[in-house]
């Protein structure tokens, strides 16, 4: 059992809700990386140290160059750009733990918030969407890679149009044919079932997420004092 498993569906929503909130409001720079910081540590605790080190590269890098080089009138890169990174950094982080657990959890979760049936399958399918399709991505890179059209780096840059037609367009049409298929299988599911339904998962909070949540809130309220 992996260890992002045990995390509860409505405590990913609400760390989710709070990171975007403290995006938004957070005002200061020590503040706002004291929370990036405690995001890096909720993803190395759960088994994604990888993904945690890149974020917090990407995100030094950032504020670095927002506080140092652009002051010092170096604009090679958009400041509005780093500006859009800096602030979306922190909800990007939250929301990938909360695609990270099964979606079931989702579900439930909105079906529990009584949200309109139509509004439920839309979400439904995005949720499993994404993980999908970045799989079918992977496995397109890999024929790719097997047919010779990918080779090094310096390849990719020097024919970058065709690389992303013998990536995009079969990607494209992809997308298409599995939000169908999640579309159908939702509906075969029972989704647009008008009896209440049960889950498998429990909406229960446990100590993990009553931990998650609190320390999260507290940060929340130290970002905005």
């Known amino acids: 059992m992996r260890k992002i498993?045990?995390?509860g569906g409505l405590a990913c929503l609400l760390l989710t809700l709070i990171s975007c909130t403290v995006s938004i409001f957070t005002k200061d720079y020590y503040m706002h990386a004291l929370f990036v910081g405690w995001l890096c540590m909720l993803l190395a605790?759960?088994?994604f140290i990888k993904q945690s080190i890149i974020y917090f590269m990407i995100y030094s890098f950032t504020t670095f160059w927002l506080l140092k080089m652009i002051p010092s009138g170096v604009v090679i890169?958009?400041?509005m750009l780093l500006g859009m990174l800096y602030k979306f950094i922190v909800p990007i982080m939250a929301g990938f733990l909360?695609?990270?657990i099964p979606s079931g959890k989702l579900i439930s979760i909105f079906h529990k918030l009584m949200l309109p049936r139509n509004f439920v399958l839309i979400l439904t399918v995005i949720i499993r969407f994404v993980p999908t399709i970045a799989g079918e991505f992977r496995t397109i890179?890999?024929?790719m890679k097997v047919r010779g059209f990918t080779g090094n780096f310096?390849?990719?840059l020097s024919n970058p149009l065709r690389t992303l037609e013998y990536a995009i367009v079969p990607l494209i049409f992809r997308s298409i044919k599995v939000g169908d298929e999640l579309s159908a299988a939702a509906i075969v599911r029972g989704i647009e079932n008008p009896i209440k339904r049960d889950s498998?998962?429990?909406n229960k909070l446990c100590k993990l997420d009553i931990i998650i949540i609190t320390a999260s809130f507290v940060l929340f309220i130290?970002?905005?004092i």
């Open 5 to 7: 498993d045990s995390l």
């Open 45 to 47: 605790y759960f088994g």
């Open 77 to 79: 890169i958009s400041p």
């Open 98 to 100: 909360t695609f990270k």
């Open 141 to 143: 890179k890999e024929a």
């Open 154 to 156: 310096f390849h990719i």
């Open 200 to 202: 498998y998962y429990s």
């Open 222 to 224: 130290l970002c905005l």
